[in-house]
């Protein structure tokens, strides 16, 4: 379980960065003042990303094995990643701290943009939450229900990490932590996997030999 710390804390910190972390950042930024359905628009486009993520999950699981680790992490990181980057580059640093007035780095927030990263952050969190799960039964299938309860437990610590220190941190840390936490957990996520992998294939050997004996001895 320990070798699953970065995943959880990543789902942790991502679900805190962009449910209140990043709306708050856009609201206290005063360029942003027209933008008065950024609310809506920021709802409609995680909810899109999270259900429509875990549809494609769910469909192409039946059809690709093993679809629901190594490329649904992938995707997930890969998700986190880009909207870090648009977050990077459109927000004042100091937009979660106060409002501010502030100029982005390259780009303003509008619709269309706000849309995109909502979008990517609810794939990422439905990508991440859907591993996290999936991993937890394989790594201790006889204590599946303990092992979820244990990765929720340091998720919910990480998220309380974050909210309190949340009115002290710049933009930056949330968005190249986020960033460079992502890669972390996927590198560890990919050696879990590969591991668990080798654990099942010894497993199916035991149980047929097992089989085998058994038939043996009936005859």
């Known amino acids: 379980m320990c070798q699953l710390l970065p995943l959880t804390i990543l789902g942790g910190f991502n679900v805190s960065f962009w449910l209140a972390v990043f709306p708050t950042a856009m609201n206290f930024t005063k360029h942003n003042s027209n933008l008065v359905y950024i609310p809506a628009i920021w709802s409609l486009g995680s909810g899109l990303g999270e259900v429509l993520m875990g549809i494609l999950i769910s469909a192409l699981s039946k059809r690709i094995k093993g679809f629901g680790l190594k490329p649904t992490m992938t995707i997930g990181a890969i998700s986190v990643l880009v909207y870090c980057g648009l977050v990077h580059v459109s927000t004042p640093f100091e937009a979660p701290l106060r409002p501010t007035s502030e100029e982005p780095l390259l780009i303003y927030h509008s619709y269309p943009l706000i849309f995109v990263i909502a979008f990517a952050a609810g794939v990422s969190d439905c990508c991440i939450n859907g591993v996290r799960a999936v991993i937890c039964a394989l790594v201790l299938p006889e204590r599946r229900v303990q092992s979820y309860s244990v990765a ?17 941190t ?9 960033s460079v936490l992502s890669v972390i957990a996927t ?18 050997q035991i ?3 097992k089989k085998k004996i058994a038939e043996m001895q009936v005859c």
């Open 152 to 168: 929720r437990m340091y998720h919910a610590g990480a998220c309380t990490v974050c909210f309190f220190f949340s009115p002290v």
């Open 170 to 178: 710049p933009l930056y840390v949330y968005t190249i932590g986020l």
């Open 187 to 204: 590198i560890v996520f990919y050696r879990v996997a590969d591991s668990t992998k080798s654990m099942e294939r010894k497993l199916t």
């Open 207 to 209: 149980s047929m030999e």
